[in-house]
């Protein structure tokens, strides 16, 4: 498997006849390190390095049995570069969705798949099916039609034994490549990238400006801090120290390019506005070229922010989409991993292809790096066996401890947005109207030289703002305020974030509700499903979040 470091020879398997003794065998003579993930342990004198479990004993029924098996099958398969099929018959050859989901599930992710044939005749026949053997519109039409299915089977090709290795090795350069994560590394130790615990003022313009319209804590002078979740959780997530410390570095630099971005946009708006008052402060007499270059300050200050930031090697609306991305996905998988269960999303959306029958290109690095996180992690169960069922009250408490957190998190952010786009919205509206009544003002005022004498009061009040060039500043400089209020707004995207909010809490009570249900029967499996659902829920939330936010880049219009 490809890890952060490079790769590493790894042995994942089951538990079955003969299964413990060869697979101590091979890890023996490949000194490589031999974990199990299994429905429950069937007893052995091999102990392998790591052993996770879902239940104590086997299951009561069949069909509890299967799902099991199925459960155990897709943990391997989240920790895995390459699938291989021990079975007797040629690939797909009698296909069977409750066996070969798997095998499906593995095409999606775009992984190799080794066949090995083991009925006596065949003499351990090999096939090999290369991801690139699959276009972009096969894998996204693999349906559970078996006649569809079998047609993958003609993508597979015969290999000889002792070619296995090399031709498996030049499938999987692509996957061991350390680039792209070497590069995001590079982008944390960056002086825009993680700050750690340095104190920064970055995020003091943008909280400062929404404080004016709504509950928000000015960030002064202070360090960026990872908000990894509620304690229960962290600590039931099995997540080794370093996986936890990877992931406070991309919490922190995304909240960083955050606050970065969030400054920009604020100081670029209302640098506009205000320069729309310098070029109305030169009107007036007594002031010189003071307001002039004022005026050309600012305008230096938007050039400046705006081409600066598009001239860095990543900027700060990139960076904190794709790490904040990152901390999601990484967080929503530590619940997930002592559940040995993973995002199937995180890992089929990494890969695409430029055309039929070429090498998968890496389309996602930052997903790509979650994943060789939990790699790197590896299954639970590293200082003593892991088991679902033992552990399925602390499990169902680090569930709804995330639950609740997320429930309070989107409902404090839903009452914000909502009150801040209230408050923002009609201080514009009060700015409009100011506007039109001055200039219906004037209107009314007519020609101040006629000699009615009700138009006389409202003449001096004309006169006395045209001294002032009251008409200048009210008529010029508060649209353009309104506008900058309004850009900042929009970027911001507060009525749509509010709506989210509320969506996500609705949606988050409901997944709530049904828990105490799993906690009374007390069913590991059931608790594994309902935790993937509620992972999935909250991923795809973020997934349009992010989508929504790719659109609102620094721009000057």
Same mark, same amino acid.
């Given at each position: ?37 299994? *429905? ?7 102990? /392998? ?5 879902? @239940? ?34 040629? %690939? ?18 775009? @992984?190799?798949? &080794? ?23 096969? &894998? ?5 039609? /078996? ?14 034994? $002792? ?76 997540? /080794? ?43 007036? %007499? ?20 705006? !081409?600066?930031?598009?001239?860095? *090697? ?29 995002? %199937? #999303? ?14 998968? &290109?890496?389309?996602? *690095?930052?997903?790509? #790096?979650?994943?060789? #996180? ?10 003593? %066996? ?63 030289? &006629?000699? /009615? ?13 045209? +001294? #002032?060039? @009251? ?21 911001? +995207? ?21 828990? +105490? ?6 069913? *590991? ?13 909250? !991923? ?9 936010? $790719? ?7």
């Amino acid at each position: 498997m490809s890890l952060l470091q490079g790769a590493q020879l790894r042995l994942l398997t089951g538990i079955g006849d003969d299964i413990d003794t060869r697979s101590a065998e091979i890890a023996k003579k490949y000194d490589c390190p031999w974990d199990v993930v299994a *429905p429950c342990w069937r007893g052995g004198d091999m102990q /392998p390095e790591r052993t996770a479990l879902i @239940l104590e004993e086997p299951a009561a029924s069949p069909d509890s049995a299967v799902a099991a098996a199925a459960a155990a099958d897709e943990a391997k398969l989240g920790y895995a570069d390459a699938a291989v099929v021990v079975c007797d018959g040629a %690939p797909l050859s009698d296909y069977a969705a409750q066996r070969d989901h798997i095998l499906l599930e593995a095409v999606c992710r775009h @992984l190799p798949i &080794v066949w090995i044939d083991t009925r006596a005749e065949a003499a351990g026949a090999t096939w090999i099916l290369p991801p690139q053997s699959l276009d972009e519109l096969a &894998v996204s039409t693999l349906g559970k039609d /078996p006649e569809q299915v079998r047609r993958i089977a003609g993508y597979f090709s015969r290999v000889k034994t $002792a070619d296995l290795a090399a031709e498996l090795a030049e499938l999987l350069a692509i996957y061991w490549n350390a680039d792209a994560t070497v590069a995001i590394d590079a982008l944390l130790r960056r002086p825009d990238g993680d700050p750690g615990q340095h104190g920064t003022w970055h995020g003091m313009y943008y909280t400062a400006f929404l404080s004016a319209f709504g509950n928000w804590k000015i960030k002064l002078f202070s360090p960026v801090e990872a908000q990894r979740g509620p304690p229960e959780f962290v600590e039931v997530s099995q997540f /080794p120290t370093d996986t936890w410390a990877w992931y406070d570095r991309i919490d922190r630099t995304a909240t960083y390019a955050a606050y970065c971005h969030r400054d920009q946009v604020v100081v670029v708006n209302l640098a506009a506005s205000f320069a729309v008052f310098a070029a109305v402060a030169g009107e007036v %007499p007594g002031f010189g070229t003071f307001w002039s270059k004022v005026e050309l300050l600012l305008l230096a200050l938007i050039g400046y922010l705006v !081409y600066g930031n598009r001239h860095r *090697p990543v900027t700060h609306h990139d960076r904190w989409l794709h790490f904040r991305q990152s901390a999601e996905a990484l967080r929503l998988s530590a619940v997930l991993h002592p559940l040995l269960a993973n995002l %199937p #999303l995180l890992h089929r959306s990494v890969w695409k292809y430029d055309g039929f029958g070429t090498q998968p &290109v890496l389309d996602k *690095p930052f997903h790509w #790096l979650v994943i060789q #996180l939990l790699r790197d992690a590896g299954i639970p169960g590293e200082s003593r %066996p892991h088991c679902i069922e033992t552990r399925f009250h602390d499990l169902a408490d680090s569930l709804d401890a995330l639950i609740r957190d997320q429930e309070t998190y989107h409902e404090r952010n839903r009452r914000r947005y909502e009150h801040t786009h209230h408050r923002l919205r009609t201080i514009i509206a009060g700015m409009f109207w100011a506007v039109f009544l001055w200039v219906g003002f004037n209107l009314a005022a007519g020609d101040c030289d &006629v000699p /009615p004498e009700v138009l006389r009061p409202v003449c001096a009040v004309k006169h006395m703002a045209h +001294e #002032l060039h @009251l008409a200048l500043f009210l008529t010029a400089f508060l649209p353009a305020l309104a506008a900058a209020m309004h850009g900042i707004a929009s970027k911001a +995207e507060l009525q749509r974030l509010t709506k989210n909010s509320d969506r996500m809490h609705r949606q988050l009570a409901m997944l709530r509700r049904p828990l +105490e249900s799993v906690r009374h029967r007390r069913d *590991p499996m059931a608790l594994r499903a309902l935790a993937i659902q509620a992972a999935e829920t909250m !991923y795809a939330e973020h997934d349009a979040w992010a989508e929504l936010m $790719a659109d609102q880049p620094l721009e000057l219009v």
